[in-house]
């Protein structure tokens, strides 16, 4: 079965600081997918970023990039020059293959941005 | 990648009573899933939807309490049925895959 662990409950970041949101998970297989989300207050969950496995180049979205350490089964999700819109609850899934596409979800790190 | 209308956007029902909720999406996909977010909680899986076949759920919920409808490619429904005030909770419908798994806005439901 798949875990995916998110060990801080809540950071905080100054505005144009950059902050790192920590990810680990495991799964028995080779080929699988990792996400990171966003769920504002709005309640709707943003796809921030997406990592393939069986690539080495970390992802990369403006702002966001993370931090895949594929032996060690980390994903840290990185915010660089933080904004007062990424106040958000985050959320890291994963998705190990098989038919039935399933995402297992991380408990989620509440992100304050201070001004 | 794909866009849901979920509706409603919320809702306060009496308990005893059912809730159905919608999510159309904008293109044709094979699977579309639903989830419960309890306040302050994560996500959890409430049952997979493919169309054509019944529902697959998770364990912890059963087809009398959220039966499921996915009449074709682009649209599904989830049923809360004879709610308590224990089904207050968020809830979202997803598909997949994408590029990654779109979801819908959520339907916040109080009950009372």
């Known amino acids: 079965a798949q875990t995916v662990t998110q060990s801080q409950p809540e950071m905080s970041v100054q505005e144009a600081e950059t902050v790192t949101l920590s990810c680990t998970y495991d799964?028995?297989?080779?080929?699988?997918?990792l996400f990171w989300y966003k769920q504002p207050p709005s309640r709707q969950m943003i796809l921030v970023i997406r990592?393939?496995?069986?690539?080495?180049q970390n992802a990369t979205e403006n702002r966001f990039s993370v931090n895949f350490q594929k032996a060690a089964k980390s994903f840290s999700l990185k915010i660089s020059d933080s904004q007062l819109g990424d106040a958000a609850m985050y959320f890291c899934?994963?998705?190990?293959?098989?038919?039935?596409?399933?995402?297992?979800f991380g408990k989620g790190t509440l992100l304050t941005v201070n001004p | 990648s794909a866009v849901i209308s979920q509706k409603p956007s919320r809702d306060i029902c009496q308990r005893g009573t059912s809730l159905t909720i919608q999510c159309q999406v904008d293109?044709?996909?094979?699977?579309m899933f639903w989830y419960r977010q309890q306040p302050g909680q994560s996500l959890t899986l409430i049952a997979t939807?493919?169309?054509?076949?019944?529902?697959?759920?998770e364990s912890g919920f059963v087809i009398d309490k959220f039966p499921i409808s996915r009449p074709n490619l682009t649209f599904s429904t989830l049923t809360v049925s004879n709610m308590s005030p224990e089904d207050s909770s968020i809830y979202l419908c997803?598909?997949?895959?994408?590029?990654?798994?779109?979801f819908g806005s959520g339907t916040r439901l109080t009950v009372v």
């Open positions: 997803s598909a997949s895959p994408s590029y990654g798994y779109t």
């Open positions: 799964t028995s297989e080779s080929d699988y997918y």
């Open positions: 990592q393939e496995a069986y690539k080495q």
């Open positions: 899934a994963s998705y190990s293959g098989g038919s039935n596409y399933k995402l297992t």
């Open positions: 293109s044709q996909v094979t699977m």
């Open positions: 939807a493919n169309q054509g076949s019944e529902a697959t759920y």
